[in-house]
């Protein structure tokens, strides 16, 4: 696993490459902050055409960002907002271990 927010070492953009290359499953956080960031922007840009498993985690939904809507359309997302109860959340964290579970069986299993 890889997170971009705390294993970021030397050249940046190298850096995120370099992660997002040795990635099965890539999970979107996004925000509004997220949407707004020109690093996200340059990381998920790259990532969309890789063949990867997209996932998308929606924090919230302010803000706009026309090149990531496009790239998350259609796309099995998960919410996560600050609203949500403890009970909703942690059924939402369930769902997305059984979908990261088993999408990474398959890729496995491909390989």
């Known amino acids: ?5 705390s294993e970021m070492s030397g050249e940046l953009f190298d850096t ?3 992660g997002l290359n040795n990635s099965d499953i890539i999970l979107l956080c996004v925000s509004k902050s997220y949407r707004a960031s020109p690093n996200c922007n340059r990381e998920f840009k790259y990532a969309a055409p890789k063949n990867k498993s997209i996932i ?6 302010d803000g706009k960002n026309e090149a990531l809507d496009l790239i998350i359309a259609g796309k099995l997302y998960y919410e996560l907002t600050d609203d949500m109860d ?11 271990y ?5 999408q990474l069986k398959s890729i496995r299993k491909n390989s």
Do not use: G, Q, R, Y
């Open 56 to 61: 998308p985690l929606m924090l919230d939904h």
């Open 86 to 96: 403890s009970v909703a959340f942690e059924e939402i964290i369930n769902c997305l």
């Open 98 to 102: 059984e979908d990261i579970s088993k």
């Open 16 to 18: 995120m490459a370099n």
């Open 1 to 5: 696993m890889w997170i971009d927010t």
